[in-house]
């Protein structure tokens, strides 16, 4: 069983521990009305979070609702991915009607190992020490990055894994876009391939308007370059200089940064070339490292 140690405030969401965001939304269940409650967690120095990317809900999100656990657990296909972007738009996490028809038409079920849980708000392991991130980080990420994945954009998602992002990428960009998705384990990629070719995002596979690469997610895809959309998938300990220089002046990269204790970046580049970085909130992802650091003794 794998340890858990939680150092922070925490609540419950989907019958698992979250450490508790700087302002919480606490619903009411037995009245329409909610309120904010405000914490103050400057007297906490710190955490420590052995259970991959789970330590940020999205804002406004608290909840203890084992039931609706259980009925993403048992919801397959239509059914369960209806539920799951249902409940994140009931409880604050999806505010975008864009963003929640995608996450609706690219069913998570086609990218999770089979037998998993893949309409529950938590990672899944998906082998060679990755997951695929919790259902409230993709909506979060996606958010951050809808102003620049219009119809004709570029987007470029490092660390790609089981394509399920990318493929939400590509619905939004259409086949007049480009979407590149990179991940240095080849498996990861082949995996990737077959699972949009089972979605509705095959379409653009084929055309070419999407595709799937074995790299180094580090140095970016120059091929495809500049990007008006570049998400990173796992967190680095600085942003990589390729990344930024692939980053199209107006476009936006959504990166973790930190080794231990990480923050969710949001860079913006000018049109002048110049940065403006923003901390969006604190979270845990896998390190941004090398292929054979990654797999260690896989």
């Known amino acids: 069983m794998r340890a858990?140690?939680?150092?922070?405030?925490?609540?419950?969401?989907?019958g698992r521990l979250y450490c508790a965001p700087r302002r919480l939304h606490r619903y009411n269940s037995s009245s329409s009305s909610s309120q904010?409650?405000?914490?103050?967690?400057?007297?906490?120095s710190g955490a420590l979070f052995f259970h991959m990317e789970v330590c940020s809900l999205a804002r406004n999100l608290c909840f203890s609702l084992f039931s609706t656990h259980k009925q993403f657990q048992s919801g397959t296909g239509s059914s369960g991915k209806r539920g799951m972007v249902e409940n994140l738009k009931r409880y604050g996490v999806i505010s975008s009607k864009r963003?929640?028809?995608v996450m609706e038409a690219l069913d998570r079920g086609l990218f999770v190992p089979v037998g998993s849980s893949a309409y529950v708000d938590t990672p899944v392991p998906i082998g060679y020490n990755a997951t695929i991130s919790a259902p409230h980080m993709h909506a979060t990420c996606l958010q951050l990055l809808e102003d620049k994945l219009h119809p004709g954009m570029r987007?470029?998602?490092?660390?790609?894994g089981t394509g399920y992002l990318t493929g939400c990428f590509a619905l939004m960009v259409g086949a007049?876009?480009?979407?590149?998705?990179?991940?240095?384990?080849?498996?990861?990629?082949?995996?990737?391939?077959?699972n949009i070719e089972k979605s509705v995002a095959a379409s653009f596979l084929k055309?070419?308007?999407?595709?799937?690469?074995?790299?180094?997610?580090?140095?970016?895809?120059?091929?495809f370059a500049p990007y008006d959309a570049i998400h990173v998938g796992a967190a680095a300990s600085e942003i990589p200089q390729p990344l930024l220089d692939q980053l199209k002046p107006g476009g936006r990269m959504v990166i973790p940064l930190g080794t231990y204790f990480q923050e969710l970046k949001v860079i913006d580049k000018n049109e002048d070339g110049s940065?403006?970085?923003?901390?969006?909130?604190s979270v845990r992802y896998v390190p941004l490292?090398?292929?054979?650091?990654?797999?260690?003794?896989f």
């Open 289 to 297: 490292t090398s292929r054979v650091e990654q797999l260690g003794g």
């Open 155 to 160: 987007a470029l998602d490092v660390g790609s």
């Open 99 to 101: 963003v929640a028809q």
């Open 176 to 194: 007049e876009g480009r979407v590149v998705g990179v991940d240095h384990i080849p498996e990861l990629v082949d995996m990737s391939i077959k």
């Open 275 to 281: 940065i403006k970085v923003h901390t969006e909130t």
């Open 36 to 44: 904010f409650l405000n914490l103050n967690l400057s007297r906490f």
């Open 207 to 223: 055309k070419g308007s999407l595709s799937l690469h074995v790299g180094d997610g580090r140095k970016g895809w120059q091929e």
């Open 4 to 14: 858990q140690v939680l150092l922070c405030p925490t609540i419950t969401a989907y």
